[in-house]
């Protein structure tokens, strides 16, 4: 949707006169901060933030590795486990690796339409050709948020499962033959988001740039 809107702005752009030109700000790319909402407020609250949240994922990826231990265990002994506590305890496998690489597709495709335009208008209430460019700007705005909330959620994403894979390793050297079985899968599922979200990120920067260069931002 948003390169679609991109598109219907540069056509506007195209007609318009020089007033609005010379309210075109001139491109900057966004910096990485500025992706995960980082880009305000005091400096030391900002690497606050980020250590909590790196330890808090530390701490997730080490618990599912946990929960992992004890369903697999549970399902050695033969004991009913519902469907969700059965996928677990079976670990990482060909049914659970494939999303981050989806997702990394999905992403890299958004990346190819945003340079190459779009050719069709947004769905919404409203045409897009009856929008005003103050309509316009606060959709891309809006839109630009939403990418970069969707950034954050596929980071943590890839964070937590970075964290479960060395726990997975960590494990798998004690002796857990069972976590050892599932450690090249474990890999490639958490190769996976980590993939997906630098091509978010990637997305992310370009549309940034592109909606700060319309005058949007």
């Given at each position: 949707?948003?390169?679609?809107?991109?598109?219907?702005?540069?056509?506007?752009?195209?007609?318009?006169?020089?007033?609005?030109?010379?309210?075109?700000?001139?491109?900057?790319?966004?910096?990485?901060?500025?992706?995960?909402?980082?880009?305000?407020?005091?400096?030391?609250?900002?690497?606050?933030?980020?250590?909590?949240?790196?330890?808090?994922?530390?701490?997730?990826?080490?618990?599912?590795?946990?929960?992992?231990?004890?369903?697999?265990?549970?399902?050695?002994?033969?004991m009913a486990l519902n469907p969700l506590e059965t996928l677990i305890a079976t670990g990482s496998s060909a049914r659970t690796l494939w999303p981050g690489w989806v997702a990394a597709v999905c992403f890299t495709a958004a990346v190819l339409r945003l340079r190459h335009g779009a050719?069709?208008?947004?769905?919404?209430?409203?045409?897009?050709?009856?929008?005003?460019?103050?309509?316009?700007?606060?959709?891309?705005?809006?839109?630009?948020?939403?990418?970069?909330?969707?950034?954050?959620?596929?980071?943590?994403?890839?964070a937590v499962d970075v964290a479960r894979t060395v726990a997975t390793v960590i494990a798998a050297q004690s002796g857990d033959t069972q976590i050892s079985a599932t450690i090249l899968a474990t890999v490639v599922e958490a190769a996976g988001y980590v993939v997906a979200a630098v091509v978010l990120a990637a997305w992310a920067r370009a549309f940034g740039a592109e909606v700060r260069r319309l005058g949007a931002l």
């Open positions: 949707m948003a390169t679609r809107i991109l598109r219907r702005v540069n056509f506007l752009v195209r007609d318009i006169d020089r007033t609005y030109n010379a309210t075109v700000q001139p491109q900057r790319d966004a910096h990485l901060t500025e992706l995960v909402f980082l880009d305000r407020g005091p400096i030391a609250l900002r690497c606050v933030a980020v250590a909590v949240v790196a330890a808090a994922c530390g701490v997730a990826g080490t618990l599912l590795v946990r929960v992992h231990q004890t369903l697999a265990g549970q399902l050695a002994a033969h050719t069709e208008p947004p769905p919404g209430r409203t045409a897009v050709e009856h929008q005003t460019l103050s309509q316009l700007r606060g959709g891309l705005r809006r839109e630009y948020r939403l990418v970069r909330a969707a950034l954050i959620v596929v980071c943590l994403v890839a």
